[in-house]
């Protein structure tokens, strides 16, 4: 069970809590069919989601009860449909300025959106727009942040817990975190977008750093420069710049 958190504006003033949920993503786009009787920071939230979806297609598991699993309903109408990188941009900072809050050091965004500490991932986002006509009408972002869970399947994942060593109230967590999302929420809505665009290359993982990388069947080393403006990677390989769509490159370990 989850309370309206305090401290917000509007974020999750109106909040769906199930304790048992397929996919919150999926249940939250369900909710936008409904345009109009849909609150824009309505956040849908499970204990328990049974179904969970990653980025590429990928599931996304996260122990029952230990961890913040949970979609925001946003109407970024003002938003470009070119610009809806900056959807990607908002989130992984206020996610990270959470972490940053609660003490944890070395924490990096690898591009698009993973959150990392160190080499593993702590929280992983999926962001589903609807588009009308030029502009997005609805964001579903879906969140998936581990928090108080100490063992995983994958040496890839870390937690809250893991790095800071304390047991974590999930319904205080939430409240700081909206809290962060909402402020980065109002500098893109006040047009902030340059600003936002700087914070997040400057908090890349590995930028400036050769890296692997696989591209059309091909290994390559390549150097992560920034982004472009629309959000896709800038490798700089054997000294010239080419960019990426999130289909298009991996990283290669
Ligand atoms: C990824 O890193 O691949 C993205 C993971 C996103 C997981 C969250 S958990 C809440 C929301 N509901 C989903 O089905 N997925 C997102």
Redesign the pocket.
């Known amino acids: 069970m989850y309370k309206i958190p305090a401290n917000t504006l509007f974020l999750g003033k109106n909040l769906v809590f199930m304790p048992e949920c397929h996919?919150?993503?999926?249940f939250a786009l369900q909710l936008c069919q409904h345009p109009t009787s849909i609150a824009e920071g309505t956040v849908v939230i499970t204990d328990h989601?049974t179904?969970?979806?990653?980025?590429?297609g990928?599931v996304?598991l996260?122990e029952p009860g230990l961890n913040l699993?949970?979609?925001i309903i946003l109407k970024p109408a003002f938003l470009a449909v070119s610009d809806q990188f900056y959807l990607n941009i908002f989130t992984s900072l206020a996610i990270q300025d959470y972490l940053k809050e609660r003490g944890c050091k070395d924490v990096a965004i690898k591009w698009p959106n993973?959150i990392l500490i160190g080499e593993k991932?702590i929280c992983?986002?999926?962001i589903e727009n609807q588009i009308s006509g030029s502009r997005i009408s609805h964001t579903v972002i879906?969140?998936?942040l581990n928090i108080n869970q100490r063992t995983f399947a994958m040496d890839t994942a870390t937690s809250l817990r893991l790095n800071i060593d304390r047991e974590y109230e999930l319904q205080d967590e939430l409240g700081l975190l909206l809290s962060f999302i909402e402020a980065r929420y109002l500098q893109i809505k006040q047009n902030h977008l340059a600003m936002l665009k700087v914070a997040y290359i400057d908090n890349l993982y590995k930028i400036g750093e050769k890296r692997r990388f696989l591209a059309n069947d091909k290994y390559f080393e390549g150097i992560i420069c920034g982004i472009d403006e629309s959000g896709r990677l800038r490798v700089k390989i054997n000294g010239e710049e080419r960019s990426f769509g999130f289909k298009e490159i991996s990283y290669v370990r």
């Open positions: 996919s919150t993503n999926t989601q179904a969970g979806r990653g980025q590429r990928n996304w996260a699993t949970f979609s993973d991932k992983g986002i999926l879906g969140i998936g």
